[in-house]
């Protein structure tokens, strides 16, 4: 059984290198153009230069985005596009749409092609037919189940990779092809300028009774019809490993970089314990809370144990679950003395209860102590944004290290 790719998001350099130190394999990223998410931060070609070398160095791979559903004004600058990353030395490139398909395999055809789940991968002959036009790879369509994917592996070519998502947000369109944000606000979701009115707050109205607006829940506000909850898998890594998938991906490129060590650090422990001893295998409920420190929606398996019922959609808020926050990022730390010198990142005080995320480690939990400021004075609180604070900590820590507490 070979162990599947953790494949992490990257929306920006500093995001691609913590998915790489907290256990990813592999990370995709966008450029300015042609990613379906221009909320993220994005990659400059120097920008892609460094990611590519950072994972490189480290045995890891990273994927170009480049995904969107091109009009005939982008034709001439993908191409433009492609000369340009060509000799970056990308391990793949997702495309979704057909023409973009055959200018990369025309124009760089030595770079592989993932075909992205916005060309809507939900049988096994459309797969089959992209592998003999040369991808390597497909995103298999978020409305599969487990079922279908072991009927699609079975059917398609052993060399033919599956890619799924197995964390974050759910579209409530066909695999994001939607119009919505479009229609109602002038906003390309399928350029990768989505306005997420999927989550807005909608009520009922009857044609003929124009301004009359009916309840369909119990909502003073209205309701969130359309506002799926968040796809979390982590107690189903049997399934998922036994499945057939080649790469487990996490959804998320615009999402922060806490985010993204937090459920990058989550899977990768579980996995690599599943493989440890896959017969007596159980799963760490402690994972889960993990997965519930960062922002997120209430949690859902998606379509993979059968199509989902009423309760796979937030009726009563459009809001994120946001129990915990990151306070501060580590800058040093001084064996000598035991202490660790912080930037902040959010107000926290002497005497809180802070847990630190490592790299590879299982968090620890200190009480902020003997708190210093920049110039050595002794402080109870730190209020101030990017302040600088130094604080006794029992064991070492690393840089780069970040410091979390639950939200008073």
Known sequence: MKKPELLAPGGSLEKLKTAIDYGADAVYIGGSSFSLRVAAENFSLDDMKEGLKYAHDRGKKVYLTANIIPHNADIKQ?????????????????IA??????????????????????????????????HKMGASRVVLGREMSFKEI????????E????????????????????????????????????????????????????????????NERGTF???????????????????????????????????????????????????????????????????CK??????????????????????????????????????????ATGRMTVTQRNRFFEGDEIEILQPMKPYITITAEDMRDEEGQPITVAPHPEQIVTMNVYEPVCEGAMLRKTKS
């Open 78 to 94: 993908f191409e433009e596009f492609i000369k340009e990353i060509r000799p970056l030395g990308f391990d793949a490139v997702l």
């Open 97 to 130: 749409d057909l023409g973009m398909f055959g200018m990369m395999r025309e124009l760089a055809p030595e770079i592989p092609i993932h075909v992205s789940t916005q060309a809507n991968n939900t049988n096994y002959k459309t797969a089959i037919m992209w």
């Open 150 to 157: 072991a009927e699609f592996r079975e059917n398609i070519p």
């Open 159 to 218: 060399d033919l990779e599956l890619e799924a998502f197995i964390h974050g947000a759910m579209c409530i369109s066909y695999s994001g092809r939607c119009l919505l944000s479009n229609y109602m606000t002038g906003r390309d979701s399928n350029m990768g300028a989505c306005a997420h009115p999927c989550r807005w707050n909608y009520s009922l109205v009857e044609e003929k009774r124009p301004g009359e607006y009916f309840k369909i829940e119990e």
């Open 225 to 291: 019809i359309f506002n799926s909850k968040d796809l979390c898998t982590i107690e189903h890594i049997p399934e998922l490993i036994q499945s057939g998938i080649t790469s487990l991906k996490i959804e998320g490129r615009v999402k922060t970089a806490f985010y993204v060590a937090t459920v990058v650090g989550a899977y990768r422990r579980e996995i690599d314990r599943y493989f440890e001893d896959p017969e007596n295998y159980k799963f760490n409920p402690d994972e889960l809370k993990e997965l």
């Open 294 to 335: 960062v922002s997120h929606r209430p949690y859902t398996t998606g379509f993979y144990f059968g199509k989902p019922g009423a309760d796979a959609q937030v009726y009563e808020t459009s809001s994120y679950i946001r129990d915990y926050e990151l306070i501060g990022i580590v800058k040093s730390y001084d064996a």
